[in-house]
């Protein structure tokens, strides 16, 4: 599903014109006394905001469990240290398999740089956006959650069974449990957590949820990842009430000083990005166009 926030507020969203704009504008962001728990760049503002897996141009929605599978049994050892589903799910959106996780900062000049990125869309030059997403506590997890584990495990069944899922969420607990394609689910997360009970609440698994994973990676550190897991409601339904996005725009014009003033700050494509070849790209860059 895509995110459908209750608004924070009815006026259009500021347009950024530089760092230190985005910086004063962003330190004023609260909701309710609440600071954001994640950032969001996109580099087209007219994007949804929804994991790639879940949108109907890829297609991939209905292919998920195979994806999965297919990923794992070509590099198996990419994942032998992998422990949970969520882990092995974190290491594919790594990899650019798109996955029912959605790539949140905690930092927002790391989100601000991916905004910069361009993106031109019928030969325009399109604006870029961050999102400022304010997560209840009550939706936040750690990587290693009960929560969390239900919800990765979806990515291991048919597209008919998460489909009976979805439709079972609006029984009571006990019967909802009852369901075959439950047990089915309840079956994996047991692979992952044996003392695992029969007694899923649906609810946990119809709306997002902000989890802060393991430092394990490189690129994660480098870029204070976290992550939005979603679950089964894969369409949305009205707004989502406990969760308050705030925006700004990027405009198109912007980006390319916008981006600069951020490699000055030691946010760039090396910093972020620390495999070699990235690293080996923004210094060509560096040098043949004066970046």
Same mark, same amino acid.
């Given at each position: %599903?895509?995110?459908?926030?209750?608004?924070?507020? $009815?006026?259009?969203?500021?347009?950024?014109?530089?760092?230190?704009?985005?910086?004063?504008?962003?330190?004023?962001?609260?909701?309710? #006394?609440?600071?954001? &728990?994640?950032?969001?760049?996109?580099?087209?503002? =007219?994007?949804?905001?929804?994991?790639?897996?879940?949108?109907?141009?890829?297609?991939?929605?209905?292919?998920?469990?195979?994806?999965?599978?297919?990923? /794992?049994s070509v590099h198996p050892q990419e994942f032998r240290d992998d422990e949970?589903?969520?882990?092995?799910?974190?290491? %594919?959106?790594?990899?650019?398999?798109?996955?029912?996780?959605?790539?949140?900062?905690?930092?927002?000049?790391?989100?601000?740089?991916? &905004?910069?990125?361009?993106?031109?869309?019928?030969?325009?030059?399109?604006?870029?956006?961050?999102?400022?997403?304010?997560?209840?506590?009550? !939706?936040?997890?750690?990587?290693?959650?009960?929560?969390?584990?239900? %919800?990765?495990?979806?990515?291991?069944?048919?597209?008919?069974?998460?489909?009976?899922?979805?439709?079972?969420?609006?029984?009571?607990?006990?019967?909802?449990?009852?369901?075959?394609?439950?047990?089915?689910?309840?079956?994996?997360? !047991? /692979?992952?957590?044996?003392?695992?009970?029969?007694?899923?609440?649906? #609810?946990?698994?119809?709306?997002?949820?902000?989890? +802060?994973?393991? %430092?394990?990676?490189?690129?994660?550190?480098?870029?204070?990842? &976290?992550? /939005?897991?979603?679950?089964?409601?894969? $369409?949305?339904?009205?707004?989502? +009430?406990?969760?308050?996005?705030?925006?700004?725009? /990027?405009?198109?014009?912007?980006?390319?000083?916008?981006? !600069?003033?951020?490699?000055?700050? =030691?946010?760039?494509?090396?910093?972020?990005?620390p495999e070699i070849d990235k690293a080996a790209d923004f210094v060509l860059?560096?040098?043949?166009?004066?970046?």
């Amino acid at each position: %599903m895509s995110i459908k926030p209750r608004s924070s507020t $009815r006026t259009a969203p500021r347009r950024i014109e530089s760092v230190s704009d985005f910086v004063k504008h962003v330190v004023n962001w609260t909701s309710e #006394g609440h600071r954001p &728990a994640a950032f969001r760049g996109q580099s087209f503002h =007219g994007w949804p905001t929804l994991p790639k897996i879940f949108r109907q141009d890829v297609g991939l929605y209905e292919h998920e469990k195979n994806a999965v599978r297919d990923l /794992i049994s070509v590099h198996p050892q990419e994942f032998r240290d992998d422990e949970t589903m969520f882990d092995r799910l974190v290491r %594919m959106q790594h990899f650019d398999l798109p996955t029912r996780l959605l790539d949140v900062t905690t930092n927002p000049l790391v989100a601000l740089y991916f &905004a910069t990125a361009e993106h031109v869309d019928s030969g325009e030059p399109q604006n870029g956006k961050v999102q400022a997403f304010f997560v209840p506590q009550v !939706r936040q997890r750690y990587y290693d959650s009960d929560r969390v584990s239900c %919800m990765a495990n979806l990515a291991n069944l048919t597209a008919n069974e998460k489909e009976n899922i979805a439709k079972a969420c609006q029984l009571p607990k006990a019967e909802f449990n009852d369901n075959e394609a439950v047990k089915r689910l309840l079956w994996f997360v !047991r /692979i992952e957590k044996p003392h695992f009970e029969p007694k899923i609440d649906p #609810g946990d698994l119809r709306l997002p949820v902000f989890v +802060k994973p393991k %430092m394990s990676n490189r690129r994660i550190i480098a870029q204070s990842g &976290a992550f /939005i897991v979603y679950g089964t409601r894969r $369409r949305p339904s009205g707004p989502d +009430k406990d969760l308050r996005i705030r925006r700004v725009l /990027i405009p198109a014009g912007k980006k390319a000083e916008i981006k !600069r003033q951020l490699e000055f700050l =030691g946010i760039h494509a090396s910093s972020l990005f620390p495999e070699i070849d990235k690293a080996a790209d923004f210094v060509l860059r560096k040098y043949t166009n004066g970046a």
